[in-house]
């Protein structure tokens, strides 16, 4: 139930995450992800030199978590870029799903039950249904096919590919996941640097921009690691697979809250399928 309760906080920090990316949707995308894991970070540095200095985290750790956290964001950002927003981010959504999923494939004490693909359909459907129908435009498409929509499912793929190696590897410290912000935060600066030369840059930045910064840095992109971290190694990842369908039930939530859009039937329905499908999963035990 804690880890659960642990799950449950992260999954309410990264539902702010698009409300505090429209706000700052003027930052280039590789530049906010870096200043804002970055900062993230920051809360585990005075525990790193220790951490290096005992070797508790061996290079094969060190490189999950830089490919959990920068590869998720690298492909998602890039994705976004080349395919309609709406549609790759639905698909990038595809994490939860994979979680429940993938759970037997990666740990072998784990055993998949009808019940939990049931609501693992649900949760996506839930998923589906508030993203396609919360956004500002949700009939903006063009039909075709995108090699981004690719990108977006790899991303997905990282996310719940990570999250379950985490228990997969040797135990490390959830501190580490600081490191794991931190290296990321480094490699996001760099693909700003060289992919996005033209674009504004720190001396841009205001004052209000930075307070955004920090508030993105510290939540979303930083505590949620950690509390993602610590639920993974003590809960059912089966089950917060499926809880993470709040996710995208939260963020159409306050955009709608904050663009000062008419609430729509479609949240009141994603709702309902999101919190059926967790319900279900807690009855798959």
């Known amino acids: ?12 920090l990264w539902a702010s995450l698009a409300a505090l990316g429209v706000t700052l ?19 585990a540095w005075s ?26 964001h690298f492909l998602l950002f890039v994705s976004l870029r080349l395919a309609p927003p709406v549609q790759a981010n639905l698909i990038n959504y595809l994490w939860p799903l994979l979680i429940v999923v993938m759970a037997p494939l990666f740990l072998r004490e784990l055993r998949l039950k009808p019940l939990h693909l049931v609501a693992a359909v649900m949760g996506f459907a ?24 690719l990108l977006a499912l790899a991303s997905a793929f990282v996310w719940a590919s990570y999250s379950l190696l985490t228990r997969r590897v040797a135990a490390f410290p959830t501190s580490a996941v600081g490191l794991f912000g931190l290296v990321s935060g480094l490699l ?11 674009a ?3 001396a841009a930045l205001s004052a209000r921009d930075w307070l955004l910064l920090t508030l993105l840095g510290l939540g979303p992109l930083g505590a949620a690691f950690f509390l993602w971290d610590y639920a993974l190694k003590r809960g059912d990842a089966r089950q917060i697979g499926v809880l993470s369908y709040l996710t ?25 399928l999101i919190i059926g499908a ?3 999963s807690t009855r798959a035990r």
């Not at 139930?1 to 309410?12: E, F, T, V």
């Not at 508790?56 to 590869?71: C, D, N, Q, R, V």
Request: glycine share 16%.
């Open 1 to 12: 139930m804690h880890a659960n309760l642990h799950a449950l906080g992260a999954i309410a």
């Open 25 to 43: 949707q003027h930052v280039p995308p590789f530049l906010l992800t870096g200043l804002a894991l970055l900062i993230g970070s920051i809360p």
């Open 47 to 72: 525990a790193l030199p220790g951490l290096l200095r005992q070797g508790k985290l061996p290079l094969s750790t060190l490189a999950l978590g830089i490919y959990g956290l920068f590869g998720f």
């Open 126 to 149: 839930g998923a589906a249904v508030a993203i396609l129908g919360g956004g500002s435009d949700p009939t903006a498409t063009d039909g075709g096919w995108h090699w981004g929509y």
């Open 188 to 198: 996001s600066l760099l693909c700003h640097l060289v992919l996005e030369s033209g």
């Open 200 to 202: 504004a840059s720190f």
């Open 248 to 272: 995208p039930l939260g963020s159409t939530a306050l955009l709608v809250g904050i663009s000062g859009q008419p609430w729509r039937w479609s949240i009141a329905a994603a709702a309902v």
């Open 278 to 280: 967790a319900l279900l």
